[in-house]
């Protein structure tokens, strides 16, 4: 059973920056996929960024340039750095994990932007 605690999230003003830290326990691999989705009420989840084991990153378009994913094996942490906040990345970020057919979610963080 893997475990996934998500930390980092709160309200910001547009143009402003958060970091939200993603750490997973349990029985892990070295082989899988870390990242990010979000999801707003009435919406489906949408995924922002992801990460694989050897560093290959994907970003959705709305936040490339803007949000940087990283990952810190030796700690099976997952990062990810948000800058240029806009009101409309304000959402609950779910932090994700797959490894092979598996996969994990975290209990969700919330970022607001606004003014």
């Known amino acids: 059973q893997v475990q996934l605690v998500e930390s980092g999230g709160g309200l910001v003003q547009p143009g402003g920056s958060l970091r939200l830290s993603c750490a997973a326990s349990?029985?892990?691999?070295?082989?899988?996929?870390m990242g990010w989705y979000r999801q707003v009420p009435g919406k489906q989840r949408e995924l922002v960024a992801s990460?694989?084991?050897?560093?290959?990153?994907n970003y959705a378009d709305s936040v490339k340039g803007r949000f940087t994913i990283s990952r810190d094996n030796a700690k099976s942490t997952v990062y990810l750095q948000m800058n240029s906040l806009k009101p409309e990345d304000t959402a609950v970020y779910y932090c994700h994990l797959r490894e092979g057919l598996m996969n994990y979610w975290g209990q969700g963080t919330q970022v607001t932007v606004s003014s």
């Open positions: 990460v694989t084991s050897v560093g290959g990153t």
């Open positions: 349990g029985s892990i691999f070295s082989i899988y996929v």
